[in-house]
C-alpha cells in the first residue's frame, strides 16, 4: 500500500510486552491497544472511510485499537464452539494477528456505498483466517481452506448423524444433489 501514510509517531503501544519468556494473557489480548486513547468515532465505519480518504493508515490503527475486543470475542466464541477451550496466550496472539492480516488484506478492497459495515464486509474473512488457524493446528494434510471446510463439514455430518457412514453419504449426496 505504497500510496498511504502511516505516521503513529505520537502513539505508542499501551501494554507493552514486559516478558521475554512468557506473554501473558493481558499482553495477548490487549496488544491493538494505543496510547494515548486514539480519537473517539461514534461509528468504526469511519475510522475505515477516513483511512480510505485521506490514505492514512493511522485511521486503520484507530479502527483495530477499537476493533480488538469484538476480535478477541470472535476468537473466544470460535474456540468455545469447537469445544476447544484450551487458552494459550501465544496461540489466541496468532489467532488475532492472522485476522489483523484479514483486516489490512481487504480494508483496500471495502467499498463503503455498498451501505455494508466493515465490519460486516470483514465477517467472512474473520472466519476464514480463523479456519486457517484451526487448519494449520490440525496435522491433515489439505491443500486449501475451502477443501478443508468441505472435509470439516462432511466430518460434521457423519458426527450429527450419529457417526453413521451410509446416511453422512446420503445426507451429502443429496445437498449436492448427486447420486
Same mark, same amino acid.
Given at each position: 500500500m505504497p500510496e498511504y501514510t502511516w505516521d503513529m509517531k505520537e502513539y505508542a503501544s499501551k501494554y507493552g510486552f514486559y516478558t521475554s519468556e512468557n506473554l501473558s494473557r493481558r499482553e495477548a489480548e490487549r496488544t491493538l491497544q494505543l496510547e494515548p486513547e486514539p480519537p473517539k468515532e461514534s461509528d468504526l465505519n469511519n475510522y475505515i472511510i477516513q %483511512?480510505?480518504?485521506q490514505k492514512d493508515l493511522r485511521y486503520l490503527s484507530f479502527f483495530l485499537h477499537h476493533y480488538e475486543k469484538m476480535l478477541n470475542g470472535r476468537i473466544y466464541s470460535f474456540w468455545r *464452539? $469447537? $469445544?476447544? +477451550?484450551? &487458552?494459550?496466550? +501465544?496461540?489466541? #496472539? $496468532? &489467532? @488475532?494477528? =492472522? !485476522?489483523?492480516v484479514a483486516v489490512i488484506e481487504r480494508f483496500s478492497d471495502y467499498d463503503p456505498s455498498t451501505g455494508a459495515d466493515f465490519t460486516t464486509y470483514l465477517y467472512p474473512f474473520? =472466519? $476464514?483466517a480463523i479456519l486457517s488457524c484451526r487448519m #494449520? +493446528? +490440525? *496435522?491433515? *494434510?489439505v491443500d486449501s481452506l475451502d477443501q478443508y471446510k468441505k472435509i470439516r463439514g462432511i466430518a460434521w455430518k457423519y458426527r450429527t448423524s450419529g457417526e453413521n457412514t451410509k446416511k453422512t453419504i446420503s445426507e &451429502? %449426496? =443429496?445437498? @449436492?444433489? !448427486? @447420486?
Open positions: %483511512a480510505q480518504q *464452539s $469447537d $469445544d476447544n +477451550e484450551r &487458552y494459550d496466550p +501465544e496461540r489466541f #496472539l $496468532d &489467532y @488475532k494477528m =492472522t !485476522c489483523v474473520i =472466519t $476464514d #494449520l +493446528e +490440525e *496435522s491433515w *494434510s &451429502y %449426496a =443429496t445437498e @449436492k444433489n !448427486c @447420486k
